[in-house]
């Protein structure tokens, strides 16, 4: 049953989440969450595996939390259901695209989904930020802490380091030493 559960939970995470792996965090996160599969933390700190290693986002968290959940099996059902809908939908799209590429309706559509993607990934901000900054809740202490300051000189390098258009992968190896350096000296504690 576990196996059947995992794979009609990412299936419909793969068919209902447009815009890509941060689209998909809200809905992740919810249904995650709502079986009691892991912790708000072990998922956000899957969250950073996820994106430091290699495949796409949803693949490697659906991998995941299948293994976690129910084994290598249990990995390749939350695996296959979280792309076979992709899968179907791209050989639709691929048989019909001149018919749906000068379709008003289906242009305006994705007009339409465009806002819901940048808001779905706001609310997947939103929600690991929280998570990362205020793991017990708001409080003024955490703008002082090691952890944030470091958290937002990070973030504010990233942002010019994308902007000066460094390659990705240098940026998150830089930020994975980062991290791994002031936890090892403990600023992280």
């Known amino acids: 049953m576990i196996y059947f559960t995992l794979f009609w939970t990412f299936f419909k995470i793969g068919a209902f989440t447009f815009g890509g792996g941060y689209a998909m965090l809200p809905l992740i996160e919810e249904e995650v969450m ?3 599969w892991m ?12 994106e430091s290693t290699p495949g796409p986002f949803a693949v490697n968290i659906s991998t995941y939390v299948g293994t976690e959940t129910a084994g290598v099996l249990g990995a390749f059902c939350a695996s296959l259901g979280v792309v076979l809908p992709s899968f179907v939908i791209i050989m639709i799209v691929a048989k019909c695209f001149l018919a749906f590429k000068k379709n008003k309706l289906v242009q305006y559509g994705l007009s339409g989904l465009r806002p819901a993607v940048v808001g779905l990934i706001a609310a997947a901000v939103i929600s690991v930020g929280k998570t990362a900054f205020f793991p017990e809740g708001y409080s003024n202490a955490v703008f002082s802490t090691l952890k944030f300051v470091l958290g937002v000189a990070l973030f504010a390098s990233m942002i010019i ?6 390659h990705p992968i240098s940026i998150i190896i830089i930020s994975a030493a980062v991290g791994v350096g002031a936890g090892y000296l403990g600023l992280l504690g």
């Open 39 to 50: 912790s708000m933390e072990e998922l956000v700190n899957f969250i950073a595996v996820s």
């Open 34 to 36: 709502g079986h009691g």
């Open 161 to 166: 380091a994308s902007r000066k258009k460094y």
